[in-house]
Antibody
Framework: EVQLVESGGGLVQPGGSLRLSCAAS????????MNWVRQTPRKGLEWVSY????????YYADSVKGRFTISRDNAKNSLFLQMNSLRDEDTALYYC??????????WGQGTLVTVSS | DIQMTQSPSSLSASVGDRVTITCQAS??????LNWYQQKPGKAPKLLIY???NLETGVPSRFSGSGSGTDFTLTISSLQPEDIATYYC??????????FGQGTKLEIK
């Protein structure tokens, strides 16, 4: 069974940093691209970042470019999102999801990031 | 950037009804359109990919159609467990994507 478990969320002040993790199991992690998607009540679902299976291709939404860094450790079946210079508008539930072509076929349960002073 | 517009934003229907949700892209996206179902407190679940392909394990009462800029998700006979918010999502290349704003489906 495919499982994705996010962790690392929490309360952080504006300008601060957080590192999210996603532990994958039940599939050959190194064979799949992955992405991060976030959700807020106001903006709905927003794609954040994509990383190919070998980390050779990485893309970011304009809203996080230059502040967030996606990475993965295939030996440890783990996906990461380093978030720096956090803003109020980054407050959201962050999901990791497995990517097959343009679709996300498995999602984690999400980890909540709250940016507030 | 490609914008996705879903309609209606909310919908109330009776059990057994045929339900249709539409999604319009701001430019031609061929068949690069997926549909997700999200129940309260849960992660989104993939229903339909590439406009009309049913994801494994999804009931056959769900179907998708369309190409270019106009797409439709249809539930042929609404069931109580279909109460959820539905999202379309386009991908204009294999990496970046955009979601619609969602359609909240309720039982009448």
């Amino acid at each position: 069974e495919v499982q994705l478990v996010e962790s690392g969320g929490g309360l952080v002040q504006p300008g601060g940093s957080l590192r999210l993790s996603c532990a994958a199991s039940g599939f050959s992690f190194s064979a799949y691209a992955m992405n991060w998607v976030r959700q807020t009540p106001r903006k709905g679902l927003e794609w954040v970042s994509y990383i190919s299976s070998s980390s050779s291709m990485i893309y970011y939404a304009d809203s996080v470019k230059g502040r967030f860094t996606i990475s993965r450790d295939n030996a440890k079946n783990s996906l990461f999102l380093q978030m720096n210079s956090l803003r109020d508008e980054d407050t959201a539930l962050y999901y990791c999801a497995r990517r097959i072509r343009g679709r996300s076929d498995h999602w984690g349960q999400g980890t909540l990031v709250t940016v507030s002073s | 950037d490609i914008q996705m517009t879903q309609s209606p934003s909310s919908l109330s229907a009776s059990v057994g009804d045929r339900v249709t949700i539409t999604c319009q892209a701001s430019q031609d996206i061929s068949k690069y359109l997926n549909w997700y179902q999200q129940k309260p407190g849960k992660a989104p679940k993939l229903l339909i990919y590439d406009a009309s392909n049913l994801e494994t394990g999804v009931p056959s009462r769900f179907s998708g159609s369309g190409s270019g800029t106009d797409f439709t998700l249809t539930i042929s006979s609404l069931q109580p467990e279909d109460i959820a918010t539905y999202y379309c999502q386009q991908y204009d290349n294999l990496s970046m994507c955009t979601f619609g704003q969602g359609t909240k489906l309720e039982i009448k």
